[in-house]
């Protein structure tokens, strides 16, 4: 009975190491026959990007200015008379021809002055034709009465004979000698006439020739009074209206001359040495502008006389060459100055450039860093483009121009797209 108890205790613990046996069994053939997973490599990754290729070539840079529409033929015209104001065939803003009337003023009261100066020139005309004939008549008077003193000198003489001989009384010989100096009186009178005719004739010349430059002058008022353009032009501003009574010197009109138009805009001052060597030498600069859909080519003219104050650089003026643009007075254009062109230079996009310094060669689809020398920016095609020089670039290298935040030495990249170099 012990043994059959023994045997059944026996059978209870055999049946859990069994299962537990079979278990670990089954988990050894489970793990054994498991596929074995691939092992996994960790692969360099490439970026993709764009290049250009170089092309080394003589290139300008230029300089990006903003000017500003002038001229040096701006007038205002006045008005030269006392008047009123009769009509205004123009407004702002409109083009006129030289000799185009602008303002026309009443010429009545300008007319009765040149009225007034016609009849002072008659009168002193008159004068001096009156004066001519007087220095006629006082010469032939003057030879009459030299005979007439001749004759009483020798009644005088005469007489003083005959009181020699007793046969004349000292009354006789006293009225001889009245008649003489009578006659002598008046011989001195007709010579100082004849005398004084040059300097008669000569003061009536000076009032006559002060008469005619006053009728002159009256005439040219009266002209004035049709204030007309002095060149061809744009009427920029309009100071009366028509009733209006103007004083002498009164401004009028005002307008600036279409075909003297200039541009000012400011050279940096690092520039400005440039400019004036050029200038010395008769070499021109050339910029370009564009207005209403056209391409206007302007040539430097002279640079400004002074510095304004807080300025960064000196005005450069510039004057159109060939036909004048449709610019109004004082607008803003924008400007590109041509400088001096540099040999072995190098277009490249505004992308390609690093720390303003530094460009990426790609060699192997690998980067490469190349330390560079800006030279300057030139726009073409409304873009902007580098200018760069380096010992370590030469025609046909290919450079990274997209931005890459990560770009080093040894980037593996990939060239998706190779533009030219422009």
């Known amino acids: 009975m012990a043994s059959s108890r023994l045997l059944r205790n026996a059978r209870r613990l055999l049946i859990p190491l069994l299962l537990i046996v079979a278990t670990v069994v089954l988990i050894w053939i489970f793990s054994f026959m498991k596929p074995t997973p691939p092992e996994s490599q960790a692969e360099e990754r490439t970026w993709p990007i764009r290049t250009v290729t170089l092309d080394s070539a003589a290139r300008a840079p230029q300089l990006r200015l903003l000017g500003r529409v002038e001229t040096p033929f701006q007038s205002t015209l006045t008005s030269a008379?006392?008047?009123?104001?009769?009509?205004?065939?123009?407004?702002?803003g409109s083009p006129v021809r030289a000799g185009d009337v602008m303002v026309q003023l009443d010429p009545s009261e300008v007319e009765l002055i040149v009225t007034q100066r016609q009849a002072d020139v008659a009168e002193l005309q008159a004068q001096r034709a009156s004066e001519l004939?007087?220095?006629?008549?006082?010469?032939?008077?003057?030879?009459?009465?030299?005979?007439?003193?001749?004759?009483a000198r020798r009644g005088l003489d005469r007489e003083q004979r005959l009181s020699d001989s007793n046969f004349t009384s000292q009354s006789r010989i006293d009225q001889a000698r009245q008649l003489l100096q009578t006659a002598e009186l008046s011989l001195i009178n007709r010579e100082l006439a004849v005398?004084?005719?040059?300097?008669?004739?000569?003061?009536?010349?000076?009032?006559l020739e002060r008469a005619r430059s006053l009728l002159q002058q009256a005439r040219l008022d009266l002209s004035r009074t049709d204030v007309v353009a002095p060149f061809d032009g744009v009427v920029t501003g309009i100071e009366v209206s028509p009733g209006e009574r103007v004083r002498a010197s009164e401004p009028l009109v005002s307008l600036y001359a279409i075909d003297q138009l200039e541009v000012r805009a400011q050279l940096p001052m690092r520039w400005t040495a440039n400019a004036e060597q050029a200038l010395a030498s008769g070499r021109a600069m050339w910029a370009t502008t564009a207005l209403s859909g056209e391409t206007y080519t302007l040539a430097l003219e002279r640079l400004s006389g002074q510095v304004n104050v807080g300025a960064g650089g000196v005005d450069g003026l510039f004057r159109f060459q060939?036909?004048?643009p449709p610019a109004a007075l004082n607008r803003t254009l924008d400007l590109l100055l041509d400088l001096n062109a540099r040999e072995n230079t190098f277009s490249l996009p505004v992308s390609a450039?690093?720390?303003?310094?530094t460009v990426y060669k790609v060699i192997e689809n690998?980067?490469?860093?190349?330390?560079?020398v800006l030279i300057g920016d030139r726009f073409e095609d409304g873009s902007q483009r580098l200018l760069v020089q380096s010992d370590q670039l030469s025609t046909g290298d290919q450079i990274l121009a997209t931005q890459l935040p990560n770009a080093i030495n040894g980037l593996k990249v990939d060239v998706i797209r190779a533009e030219p170099d422009a």
């Open 353 to 357: 450039l690093y720390d303003e310094s």
């Open 366 to 372: 690998r980067l490469m860093s190349v330390q560079v």
């Open 322 to 324: 060939g036909d004048q």
């Open 195 to 207: 005398a004084n005719h040059q300097s008669r004739i000569q003061s009536l010349d000076a009032r």
């Open 133 to 151: 004939n007087q220095q006629r008549a006082d010469r032939q008077f003057l030879e009459r009465e030299k005979a007439l003193v001749e004759i």
């Open 81 to 92: 008379v006392t008047a009123d104001v009769k009509a205004i065939p123009v407004l702002e």
